[in-house]
């Protein structure tokens, strides 16, 4: 098991950007492919972004592609997402999940260790 802490969310104006960090602590970290998925209440859970266990696979929802980019630093057990270029549609609380294995995924079900999730809030 691996236990993840997400960090860096808060409000922002459109066009802006945040950094979102999940730092995980636990059984090796580099062991696991990383995800970044968020929830708007009364919606489901929607992928974001998944990068593989080294960092040379990544993964994008339609809805990011070019304005996202997920990253990881496998030496200080963190990963990243960097948002620019926000849309008030970004709204959400962000969740980051690892997965065993190499490769990241967009289905939601094959991740089994859960952050508690950071508000991102973007106005218009």
């Known amino acids: 098991q691996v236990q993840l802490v997400e960090s860096g969310g808060g409000l922002v104006q459109a066009g802006g950007s945040l950094r979102l960090s999940c730092a995980a602590s636990g059984r090796a970290f580099s062991n696991y492919a990383m995800g970044w998925f968020r929830q708007d209440p009364g919606k489901e859970r929607e992928f974001v972004a998944a990068i593989s266990w080294s960092g040379g696979a990544t993964y994008y929802a339609d809805s990011v592609k070019g304005r996202f980019t997920i990253s990881r630093d496998n030496a200080k057990n963190t990963v990243y997402l960097q948002m620019n270029s926000l849309k008030p549609e970004d709204t959400a609380i962000y969740y980051c999940?690892?997965?065993?294995?190499?490769?990241?995924?967009?289905?939601?079900?094959?991740?089994?260790?859960w952050g508690q999730g950071t508000q991102v809030t973007v106005s218009s």
């Open positions: 999940a690892a997965k065993a294995g190499g490769l990241g995924t967009s289905n939601a079900k094959q991740y089994n260790n």
